[in-house]
């Protein structure tokens, strides 16, 4: 679904309000109208989109969750946190190998 060299990045206009006394984030999308609540583990993946590419999404959220999951199991997770996030349009993918 996604290749390793994607980059990832919030898109355009979204708004990331952390509530890290509740344990979630919300997002508000403003070009499709909605209002998405994040657990933790979607709130990481958000937090870590910067520009980064699917390889070095992958190394930095394993890092994050090795102990409490093995590799293969963090890479599953991130690439459904990711996919959800994308479909949501809180993240967006470019394809763009030079930065």
């Known amino acids: ?19 890290p006394e509740w344990g979630l984030a919300y997002a508000y999308t403003p070009l499709r109208p909605a209002l998405t ?3 933790t583990t979607t709130w990481l993946i958000a937090a870590l989109c910067e520009g980064t590419t699917l390889a070095e999404l992958e190394a930095a959220f394993a890092d994050t969750v090795r102990r ?5 199991a963090a890479r599953d997770t991130l690439h459904r946190g990711l996919a959800m996030l994308v479909e949501a349009g809180i993240i967006a993918r470019t394809e763009e190998t030079a930065r």
């Open 37 to 39: 609540e994040l657990n």
């Open 68 to 72: 409490v999951a093995g590799d293969n």
């Open 1 to 19: 679904m996604f290749c390793p060299t994607d980059r990832f990045e919030h898109a355009p206009g979204i708004v990331l309000r952390p509530m």
